[in-house]
């Protein structure tokens, strides 16, 4: 089991940056990807960004060269800098963790997920 829990969220004005943070309750070096979906209301989860444990990193096309997230081994933390942000970034912002076992099999969790509010 990974037990995740996010941090970060709040009310932003468009323009501004918000850094989320993820602590996973394993050295996340033996976690294969980790990532941050959201979900803003009436609309599908979908993945923002993902960190692989050798460094590999991939982003939503709506968010390149606005968010960058990073990881941080020695704390067991996965950030999300989120820069430039817009009134579609309002969502709820959850980090996620893939591990793959024996014979390729893989399980995915969650943490309860953090409120990003962009708004006037």
């Known amino acids: 089991q990974v037990q995740l829990v996010e941090s970060g969220g709040g009310l932003v004005q468009p323009g501004g940056s918000l850094r989320l943070s993820c602590a996973a309750s394993r050295n996340i070096f033996s976690i294969n990807r980790m990532g941050w979906y959201r979900q803003a209301l009436g609309k599908q989860r979908e993945l923002v960004a993902a960190?692989?444990?050798?460094?590999?990193?991939s982003y939503a096309d709506s968010v390149k060269g606005r968010f960058t997230i990073s990881r941080d081994n020695a704390k067991n933390t996965v950030y999300l800098q989120m820069n430039s942000l817009k009134p579609e970034d309002t969502a709820v912002y959850y980090c996620?963790?893939?591990?793959?076992?024996?014979?390729?099999?893989?399980?995915?969790?969650w943490g309860q997920g953090t409120q990003v509010t962009v708004s006037s």
């Open positions: 960190i692989t444990s050798g460094g590999s990193r």
């Open positions: 996620n963790a893939r591990v793959v076992g024996a014979w390729a099999a893989a399980n995915d969790y």
